[in-house]
Structures are given as structure tokens and as C-alpha cells.
């Protein structure tokens, strides 16, 4: 039944008048750097006037350039040069020289420090009696955790990591140390960036990487950075041995978006729906406001590069303190954090464990045996039986791959067989996902009345934004359906017209649920327009690049191309859904039907369903004597 032919009542006829005065919403910067209540995505409107992207959301027509000279060794040489690579990620030799700094430290400090940890540090080769000989990433392979004892069966402790959150005495690091440890006194009070907890993670890297500083020679220099956490002899040389592991600036160059050069950067920016120019102005806005305001201020304390020992007669120059240290350091925090007990955490040494589609878990927290009792901690478990020799691996998640690629640099064979076919053998893969963005529009004369819903009637932990981006399924088994949530913000962003009496402040407490089903015709006709254009849209960008990425025979050009095509089929599935949708909008139930039902006033009148006093009342058969 359409809504047009279903009249109201009296009590039903209300006049829409004049909204009432709405809530001021700030539209100024903040004097930090903040994220907003809601970590789907921050408004544009609240970039700093002089950042790089006020201009609004992001488009391929206005590019940002990344930083120049990040990695590559044009700017950051090492202080012993080391012969040219055959790979991305250096010579075998130089590998197993730093496998065998962390076994050291491991040997020395790893039982007192881990309490459990069966597992050595080893390189992790390609195989090359492996099938899968067109595999390029497993030339990304670097280093990884090796079985030091046989386990009969899966789910069986590995290795196990205490977390110590209230000192960060320990080797894990978390976000809450930064500000409430670290650097307490250093940053301002609410400091909250655009890159959110991977930035917290990064800035603390970046002071770990400080500590570690040594003279060009090799020995102990004057300490860089700020000395906390405070941790003992044992964590501090496990710490050191950690951070002279990790991959350098020219290696994550290869392994990792963020590090690309511009070029490949710009073809992942028209390949996928999951912006990474969104991601570096993130990276560049928090390290420009943080060099300008902290670390330029005393150079002494943050220095803009430190020598890192990698080796007994060894060093290498990094970058710490700076917009390219800062970029580095986040790259390094994407690939290697871990979200575990309500929190993204760095877990050294287990960090080492590459992923494995099948016969793994994830990393989880639980309790930890120690000389005190029992602390909370992180958990490497067997996904399978293994022997002595074996590789030890763990699931990364469960991501799309976009995802995988902009966090930790590949992506995976489960979601590979998505883009790729299913050339890669037998079942589904994983799900994955593109994305799309929307916005109440700043000319909707209810804008006003619409974000004081967003703000204060959605969601109290996260109320939302003016912009959100929300997720779209493809793979296996998908049906294209929208997020009910997406659907859900599209009919309050195109409430209007006969339909905006609902924005009274009579509604105020119902509205939001009110928008979880369709309103009107005209309403809904609208929300399902903005996701087919939004598909649309999405899906042309990825033409006009196709042909050039197809050709594109580099390993990041492949990259890429794995991606559009998992998002692709992702849009497609979802502009499928949504045109049924569309065709079948006068088969919904409205607002307006549902409001009769609930008041018994849906079906037509019947003498029976109106019984007075003693007798029916018949229309017309009253007999009064006016």
C-alpha cells in the first residue's frame, strides 16, 4: 500500500513549522590535534585551515604528493654502507645476523622476561619447491618464529607476553603508556591525533628507537629521547635487541604502502575505495603538528635520526623525530601491532610470527604465570601439530584485502581467490569489502536539526558524524546487501520535504530508530539512489584505471590489481541489490502504514468494529432531533 493513499487523522495532521534552534556544533579547528567521537571517520570539516587537504574529501582530481625520500636510501644512508641487494629485503646473510641478536637476547633475558617463549628467531626463505611458484610475495618474507620443541596438537601455548599496562615495565607497548606515561609531561592534556592509536604506538616506537641510539662506532652514546617507561636490565636489552630487528626505512619501502613511492601510491589511491591519501594526510598532519610543536623545540631530546646497532661492528642510520620518522614508525606499527584484550598493542617477539590463512589463530589475551601469581598477558598458540624446525605462524584476522595490504603490506591467498577466480584451489575465501562514503549535505535546510540526532540520539559511546564511510560485502556467499546502519544514516540524511515533521522535537527520542526502516517512498528512493551513484561513481574511477593497472606487470602494480578487483566484485554485488531495491520501492512498508497499525486504524471500516451503548452504529442512522 502506498503511503500517498493513506490519509491522517486529526491527531495525525501535524503542520511542519519551524525548526527549533539547533544545538551550536563547533566548526573550528581544535588546538590539537583531536579524532572525533566516532572512529569510523573524522568530518573533513575540522582540518586545520592550513592543511594540505581542507579542500574536502579526497579525489584523484586533487592529488596530495607524499613525502619525498622516505626510505630508498636517497636521504637516510647507512653509516656502513652495505653491498646492493638481490631482494627487496637484503642479503640472507644480513638477516640471519639479526635472527641471531634477537636469539641472544631471547637466550639471555627471554625466561625471566617472557616466562614462556618456545620458539627461536629464524629466516623465513621461499620455498622453492613450492606449487605456487608465481606467489612474488613470498620474497617479502623476512624474518620468523621457528618451533624450538614438538607440539602434538593445535591450540597449544607457544609463547606468552605480560603486558605490565600500568608501568609498561614490560616489552609490550600500548597506546595509554604514550600519554600517560611517556610522554605525560610533554604532550598537551586530550593531545588525541588523527592517526589514533597507530600513532600513539608509533610515537612510542620512535622513543624506543631513541633509546637505542648508539655513537657512530657503535658504542654507547649520550641517551636520546625521553627515558621511560623504566624498565630493568633484563626488558631493556630485550627492548634494544627488538628495535635493532626491525625492518629499516628501505626495506618497508618494498614491504609497505605507506613507504611506496608516489607513483605506486597513486595507482592504490584509483584501485581501491580504501583511500591511502586519506591515511598519509592522517600521518602528515599529526607529524607536522607534533615536529612544529614538540620535537623541533628540543632537538637534543628528539633528534631527527638516530644509529641503530645491527650488528657487532654494524650501524645504521634511521630516521626518528620527523615527518619521516614519524611515517616509518607508523608503517612499522600497521604491519606488526596486534588488537588484543580491547586494545592495539606492539608485542615484541611474538611480533615475529608471519600469518597464515588456515591452521592458525590469532594472538589472544589471557593469564600469565609469573614469580608474583598471575598477570594479564598475550598469547601465541599453536594452530596445528608441529615438530621441532617447523614455522610457527598465527591469523592476522579476518580482513579483506585492502585491508591486508594497507596494514600489513601483501595480501593473502584466502583473499586472493576472490580476485583471482578462485584460481588458487578449492573453498570460499574470505570476505571482502570496499567502501563508501556520504555525508549530510551542508546546503539540507535540516542539517542542523540532523546532526543534533547524529550527535546526541545514535550512539552514546560513539555518536556519529556528519561523514561516515561504511563497508560493503562481496566473496563468496555475498548478497550485496547494504549495512543496515549505512541504510539507516541515508534516510535521516535525506529526510526532507512532507517526510521532515519527523525532525520535530516531539520525535527527538524516536527518530533515530524510526530511521532503521523505510519512511517514505521519496525517502527511501533517495537512500538507495545515493548507493547506486556511490557504486557507480566508485566503480568508474576503477575503469578509467583498469586498462594502465593490467598492465602494470611491477609486484606493487599486481598488489593493486588483486585489490580493484576484490572491491569491484564487492560494488558490483551491492549495486546489484540495491537496483532490485529500487524497483520494488512500492512494495515497502512506510512510516505512515506502520503508525496506523500500531493505532488499529489500518483496515477499512465495518459496522462490527464500532459497537456503542446497547447497540452498532450505523453511519447516517442517528435520529436526533436537532
Same mark, same amino acid.
Given at each position: 500500500?502506498?503511503?500517498?493513499? @493513506?490519509?491522517?487523522?486529526?491527531?495525525?495532521?501535524?503542520?511542519?513549522?519551524?525548526?527549533?534552534?539547533?544545538?551550536?556544533?563547533?566548526?573550528?579547528?581544535?588546538?590539537?590535534?583531536?579524532?572525533?567521537?566516532?572512529?569510523?571517520?573524522?568530518?573533513?570539516?575540522?582540518?586545520?585551515?592550513?592543511?594540505?587537504?581542507?579542500? $574536502?574529501?579526497?579525489?584523484?582530481?586533487?592529488?596530495?604528493?607524499?613525502?619525498?625520500?622516505?626510505?630508498?636510501?636517497?636521504?637516510?644512508?647507512?653509516?656502513?654502507?652495505?653491498?646492493?641487494?638481490?631482494?627487496?629485503?637484503?642479503?640472507?646473510?644480513?638477516?640471519?645476523?639479526?635472527?641471531? @641478536?634477537?636469539?641472544?637476547?631471547?637466550?639471555?633475558? #627471554?625466561?625471566?622476561?617472557?616466562? *614462556?617463549?618456545?620458539?627461536?628467531?629464524?629466516?623465513?626463505?621461499?620455498?622453492?619447491?613450492?606449487? &605456487?611458484? &608465481? +606467489?612474488?610475495?613470498?620474497?617479502?618474507?623476512?624474518? $620468523?618464529?621457528?618451533?624450538?620443541? %614438538?607440539?602434538? /596438537?593445535?591450540?597449544?601455548?607457544?609463547?606468552?607476553?605480560?603486558?605490565?599496562?600500568?608501568?609498561?615495565?614490560?616489552?609490550?607497548?600500548?597506546?595509554?603508556?604514550?600519554?600517560?606515561?611517556?610522554?605525560?609531561?610533554?604532550?598537551?592534556?586530550?593531545?588525541?591525533?588523527?592517526?589514533?592509536?597507530?600513532?600513539?604506538?608509533?610515537?612510542?616506537?620512535?622513543?624506543?628507537?631513541?633509546?637505542?641510539?648508539?655513537?657512530?662506532?657503535?658504542?654507547?652514546?649520550?641517551?636520546?629521547?625521553?627515558?621511560?617507561?623504566?624498565?630493568?636490565?633484563?626488558?631493556?636489552?630485550?627492548?634494544?635487541?627488538?628495535?635493532?630487528? !626491525?625492518?629499516?626505512?628501505?626495506?618497508?619501502?618494498?614491504?609497505?604502502?605507506?613507504?611506496? #613511492?608516489?607513483?605506486?601510491? =597513486?595507482?592504490?589511491?584509483?584501485?581501491?575505495? /580504501?583511500? @591511502?591519501?586519506?591515511?598519509?594526510?592522517?600521518? +602528515?598532519?599529526?607529524?607536522?603538528?607534533?615536529?612544529?610543536?614538540?620535537?623541533?623545540?628540543?632537538?637534543?631530546?628528539?633528534?631527527?635520526?638516530?644509529?641503530?646497532?645491527?650488528?657487532?661492528?654494524?650501524?645504521?642510520?634511521?630516521?626518528?623525530?620527523?615527518?619521516?620518522?614519524?611515517?616509518?614508525?607508523?608503517? !612499522?606499527?600497521?604491519?606488526?601491532?596486534?588488537?588484543? +584484550?580491547?586494545? %592495539?598493542?606492539?608485542?615484541?617477539?611474538?611480533?615475529?610470527?608471519?600469518?597464515?590463512?588456515? &591452521?592458525?589463530?590469532?594472538?589472544?589475551?589471557?593469564?600469565?604465570?609469573?614469580?608474583?601469581?598471575?598477570?594479564?598477558?598475550?598469547?601465541?598458540?599453536?594452530?596445528?601439530?608441529?615438530?621441532?624446525?617447523?614455522?610457527?605462524?598465527?591469523?592476522? #584476522?579476518?580482513?579483506?584485502?585492502?585491508?591486508?595490504?594497507?596494514?600489513?603490506?601483501?595480501?593473502?591467498?584466502?583473499?586472493?581467490?576472490?580476485?583471482?577466480?578462485?584460481?588458487?584451489?578449492?573453498?570460499?575465501?574470505?570476505?571482502?569489502?570496499?567502501?563508501?562514503?556520504?555525508?549530510?549535505?551542508?546546503?539540507?535546510?535540516?542539517?542542523?536539526?540532523?546532526?543534533?540526532?547524529?550527535?546526541?540520539? *545514535?550512539? +552514546?559511546?560513539?555518536?556519529?558524524?556528519?561523514?561516515?564511510?561504511?563497508?560493503?560485502?562481496?566473496?563468496?556467499?555475498?548478497? $550485496?546487501?547494504?549495512?543496515?546502519?549505512?541504510?539507516?544514516?541515508?534516510?535521516?540524511?535525506?529526510? $526532507?520535504?512532507?517526510?521532515?515533521? !519527523?525532525?520535530?522535537? @516531539?520525535?527527538?527520542?524516536?527518530?533515530?530508530?524510526?530511521?532503521?526502516?523505510?519512511?517514505?517512498?521519496?525517502?527511501?528512493?533517495?537512500?538507495?539512489?545515493?548507493?547506486?551513484?556511490?557504486?557507480? %561513481?566508485?566503480?568508474? =574511477?576503477?575503469?578509467?584505471?583498469?586498462?594502465?593497472?593490467?598492465?602494470?606487470?611491477?609486484?606493487?602494480?599486481?598488489?593493486?590489481?588483486?585489490?580493484?578487483?576484490?572491491?569491484?566484485?564487492?560494488?558490483?554485488?551491492?549495486?546489484?541489490?540495491?537496483?532490485?531495491?529500487?524497483?520494488?520501492?512500492?512494495?515497502? =512498508?512506510?512510516?505512515?502504514?506502520?503508525?496506523? /497499525?500500531?493505532?488499529? !486504524?489500518?483496515?477499512?471500516?465495518?459496522?462490527?468494529?464500532?459497537?456503542?451503548?446497547? #447497540?452498532?452504529?450505523?453511519?447516517?442512522?442517528?435520529?436526533?432531533?436537532?
Amino acid at each position: 500500500m502506498s503511503s500517498s493513499s @493513506i490519509g491522517f487523522g486529526c491527531a495525525m495532521a501535524v503542520s511542519i513549522v519551524s525548526s527549533l534552534a539547533a544545538l551550536a556544533h563547533p566548526t573550528s579547528c581544535f588546538s590539537i590535534p583531536r579524532r572525533p567521537s566516532c572512529d569510523r571517520r573524522r568530518p573533513w570539516q575540522h582540518r586545520s585551515s592550513s592543511s594540505p587537504s581542507s579542500s $574536502g574529501p579526497y579525489t584523484n582530481s586533487g592529488r596530495r604528493r607524499p613525502l619525498a625520500a622516505v626510505g630508498g636510501g636517497s636521504t637516510l644512508a647507512a653509516t656502513t654502507a652495505s653491498p646492493p641487494p638481490t631482494s627487496p629485503l637484503g642479503d640472507e646473510k644480513r638477516l640471519k645476523r639479526l635472527a641471531q @641478536i634477537a636469539n641472544d637476547a631471547l637466550d639471555a633475558h #627471554g625466561s625471566d622476561v617472557l616466562r *614462556t617463549f618456545d620458539a627461536r628467531v629464524g629466516v623465513v626463505a621461499s620455498n622453492d619447491n613450492d606449487d &605456487d611458484d &608465481d +606467489d612474488f610475495q613470498k620474497g617479502y618474507l623476512r624474518l $620468523g618464529l621457528i618451533a624450538a620443541e %614438538s607440539f602434538r /596438537k593445535d591450540d597449544q601455548l607457544v609463547a606468552a607476553l605480560p603486558y605490565y599496562d600500568t608501568d609498561g615495565s614490560g616489552l609490550a607497548l600500548a597506546p595509554h603508556l604514550a600519554t600517560k606515561v611517556v610522554y605525560r609531561d610533554v604532550l598537551p592534556e586530550g593531545y588525541d591525533g588523527w592517526t589514533g592509536d597507530a600513532g600513539l604506538l608509533a610515537m612510542l616506537l620512535l622513543n624506543e628507537m631513541a633509546r637505542s641510539n648508539v655513537d657512530a662506532a657503535g658504542g654507547d652514546a649520550e641517551p636520546r629521547g625521553i627515558d621511560l617507561p623504566k624498565r630493568k636490565d633484563g626488558p631493556k636489552a630485550m627492548m634494544g635487541a627488538w628495535v635493532s630487528t !626491525l625492518p629499516s626505512p628501505d626495506e618497508m619501502a618494498a614491504m609497505h604502502p605507506l613507504m611506496w #613511492g608516489e607513483d605506486d601510491q =597513486e595507482t592504490l589511491q584509483s584501485s581501491s575505495t /580504501k583511500k @591511502i591519501y586519506r591515511l598519509l594526510d592522517d600521518v +602528515d598532519d599529526d607529524s607536522s603538528w607534533l615536529d612544529e610543536r614538540l620535537w623541533s623545540e628540543d632537538r637534543e631530546r628528539f633528534p631527527e635520526t638516530v644509529r641503530i646497532r645491527v650488528g657487532d661492528d654494524e650501524v645504521e642510520e634511521r630516521p626518528c623525530f620527523s615527518p619521516a620518522g614519524f611515517r616509518y614508525a607508523v608503517s !612499522l606499527v600497521r604491519s606488526r601491532s596486534s588488537f588484543v +584484550d580491547g586494545s %592495539s598493542r606492539l608485542l615484541p617477539y611474538l611480533d615475529y610470527a608471519n600469518h597464515d590463512d588456515y &591452521d592458525s589463530y590469532e594472538l589472544v589475551g589471557g593469564g600469565i604465570g609469573t614469580l608474583w601469581g598471575s598477570a594479564k598477558g598475550a598469547l601465541l598458540k599453536s594452530g596445528k601439530a608441529l615438530n621441532v624446525g617447523d614455522e610457527v605462524r598465527i591469523s592476522y #584476522g579476518p580482513k579483506g584485502p585492502a585491508d591486508y595490504l594497507l596494514d600489513h603490506g601483501f595480501v593473502p591467498p584466502m583473499c586472493r581467490m576472490i580476485s583471482e577466480g578462485g584460481r588458487k584451489g578449492g573453498g570460499g575465501g574470505s570476505a571482502v569489502a570496499a567502501e563508501l562514503s556520504f555525508e549530510v549535505s551542508e546546503a539540507d535546510r535540516f542539517r542542523d536539526d540532523k546532526l543534533d540526532v547524529l550527535e546526541y540520539e *545514535t550512539y +552514546d559511546l560513539a555518536p556519529m558524524e556528519p561523514l561516515q564511510t561504511f563497508d560493503v560485502a562481496g566473496g563468496p556467499g555475498s548478497t $550485496g546487501e547494504p549495512d543496515p546502519a549505512m541504510m539507516q544514516f541515508l534516510r535521516l540524511a535525506h529526510l $526532507g520535504g512532507k517526510d521532515a515533521f !519527523l525532525l520535530e522535537s @516531539i520525535f527527538r527520542k524516536e527518530i533515530w530508530g524510526f530511521m532503521s526502516e523505510p519512511v517514505s517512498e521519496d525517502n527511501e528512493r533517495g537512500a538507495v539512489g545515493a548507493v547506486i551513484e556511490a557504486c557507480r %561513481s566508485a566503480l568508474g =574511477e576503477m575503469d578509467e584505471v583498469a586498462a594502465v593497472v593490467a598492465l602494470d606487470a611491477s609486484e606493487k602494480g599486481r598488489l593493486c590489481s588483486m585489490v580493484g578487483q576484490s572491491e569491484r566484485d564487492a560494488l558490483e554485488r551491492t549495486l546489484a541489490y540495491v537496483r532490485q531495491e529500487a524497483e520494488a520501492l512500492d512494495l515497502k =512498508e512506510y512510516y505512515q502504514v506502520r503508525r496506523l /497499525k500500531s493505532l488499529g !486504524l489500518d483496515s477499512d471500516w465495518t459496522p462490527e468494529d464500532d459497537v456503542g451503548f446497547g #447497540g452498532t452504529r450505523v453511519p447516517g442512522g442517528a435520529d436526533y432531533d436537532w
